[in-house]
Nanobody, 125 residues
């Protein structure tokens, strides 16, 4: 199981930006899809974005499309999530997750085999 450690969360005002990082223990992630999920108080875990490591193909969740960028750094085995134009609705714990890549993007949290501990993003109004 790949180990994942998120960082970069914090308190920001509405309209601000954050860049979250997820460092993976594996030297190579070429067989993995890496994703970000978030969970707000009283809500279910929600898909945010995914990236296939081998080819860089990406998928953004509908709730954040146009405001986020998911990217990767091969040398650092790290995936990033750039969050822009943040609103209080973006307040949540953001989790990094990993699964073996399949032929399609799967937005279900239950198919991911590895999870980080989460990093808190709080957006003030």
């Amino acid at each position: 199981q790949v180990q994942l450690v998120e960082s970069g969360g914090g308190l920001v005002q509405a309209g601000g930006s954050l860049r979250l990082s997820c460092a993976a223990s594996e030297r190579t992630l070429s067989t993995y899809t890496m994703s970000w999920f978030r969970q707000a108080p009283g809500k279910e875990r929600e898909f945010v974005a995914a990236i296939n490591w081998i080819d860089g193909h990406r998928l953004d969740g509908a709730s954040v499309k146009g405001r986020i960028t998911i990217s990767r750094d091969n040398a650092k085995s790290t995936v990033y999530l750039q969050l822009n134009s943040l609103t209080p609705e973006d307040t949540a714990v953001y989790y990094c997750a990993a699964k073996k890549t399949s032929g399609f993007f799967d937005l279900r949290a239950e198919v991911y085999e590895s999870w980080g501990q989460g990093t808190q993003v709080t957006v003030s109004s």
